[in-house]
């Protein structure tokens, strides 16, 4: 199968861009001039702008439609009012993970989904599937663009281009850029302070090149699916397939804060509030390097007597911190500060068990 392509494939190419396969799209991993460790840098300290266009898009739509959703998925959109955004999770009846993502309450006849790229077609399906009559869920999937301005001086970039930033951490409005209207969310997926603008696929080249310019004096950078993924990982952000998959819970990723658990239904229930009680389950912590070591996925972890108490899922080396970081899955049994061993190409390398994130969040800075 042929892989989709982003609406903004040329303007990418014409900044050196390296691409990668990601959920069956060919995307950006990072472009020349730099690269990861620049392109990090520049959401840390200054502002970056990602194409995330491969993101999954769902309307569901129609009279009870977030009722509907809330039946559904994880998290209870009750805690929220229209115009504002929540994570939650899509679980399976035995409560592993088809796939995590962001529910943008419009009204109560309407909710607009972001999942991942992979997982958006079977989102869907299980919504169709459960839908009542006089719901619709539609796949949007290739209808909409998705650039994430990200870092602290997004609010000035946004601000050059007559975009609105004085909205709360998780909602959205409307604006409009070189005669475009888009949705400005005040989300993301670095821990720094930014947006996301989802813009109508056949218009976003246009407001791609605005923010580029208008980032321009402030030092923005293009950035890649590496670089998102050193950043998320500094966080401790789950990602699909590796922190979440059909085989790890929420519970088991700790991301049961997504959770209603007072809600009196919704996929995976049952199961989930099973596995809560026991907690028996290994749980993500997170993997600081005592040396030189550098986590990666599937790298087993152990104690020195060489019990195994679980296995990495994500790990890099930290832009920030200099050193080498992990996320796993690990038995209930090891404690935060623990120095357990991670097989690092046959070599046992020491790592201390932590609570993420890694660096200081700046997410939700007025």
């Not at 790298?299 to 080396?317: I, K, P, R, Y």
Request: with cysteine.
């Amino acid at each position: 199968m042929d892989l989709l392509q982003s609406p903004l494939r040329q303007r990418h190419e014409a900044l050196g861009a390296k691409f990668s396969e990601f959920g069956g799209w060919s995307m950006p991993l990072e472009y020349a001039g730099g690269g990861v460790l620049a392109e990090h840098k520049a959401v840390r300290e200054a502002v970056g702008l990602f194409d995330v266009s491969h993101l999954g898009k769902t309307l569901v739509r129609g009279t009870g439609a977030a009722q509907f959703v809330n039946s559904c998925l994880t998290n209870d959109l009750a805690r929220i009012r229209p115009g504002k955004a929540q994570y939650t999770l899509c679980c399976s009846d035995d409560g592993g993970t088809v796939d995590d993502l962001i529910a943008y309450l419009r009204s109560d006849f309407e909710v607009f989904l972001i999942p991942n790229a992979a997982n958006n077609a079977e989102v869907v399906r299980r919504l169709q599937a459960a839908a009542p009559e006089g719901i619709e869920v539609e796949n949007q999937h290739r209808d909409h663009a998705v650039l994430a301005i990200q870092g602290p001086l997004s609010d000035e970039t946004l601000t050059a281009l007559g975009l609105p930033v004085d909205h709360e951490y998780m909602s959205f409005t409307t604006g409009t850029v070189e005669g475009v209207e888009l949705t400005v969310c005040r989300t993301g997926y670095t821990g720094e302070r930014g947006y996301e603008l989802v813009v109508a696929a056949e218009e976003v080249v246009p407001v791609w090149d605005a923010v580029m310019a208008a980032g321009e004096s402030l030092g923005i950078r293009a950035c890649g699916l590496a670089a998102r993924d050193t950043l998320r990982t500094e966080m401790g952000y789950p990602l699909h397939g590796h922190e979440l998959s059909a085989e790890v819970s929420p519970v088991m990723a700790r991301t049961g804060w997504a959770v209603g658990w007072s809600k009196p239904t919704f996929w995976g229930k049952e199961a989930l509030e099973r596995q809560r009680a026991a907690k028996t389950v290994r749980t993500l912590r997170g993997l600081l390097a005592q040396d030189r070591g550098i986590p990666r996925p599937g790298m087993a972890v152990h104690d020195d007597d060489g019990a195994v108490l679980g296995e990495v899922t994500s790990g890099t080396f930290s832009p920030t911190l200099r050193q080498g970081i992990g996320l796993a899955l690990l038995e209930p049994s090891v404690e935060d500060g623990a120095t357990v061993l991670v097989d690092v190409r046959g070599r046992p390398q020491s790592f201390t068990v932590t609570k993420p994130p890694f660096v200081q969040p700046s997410t939700k800075e007025d």
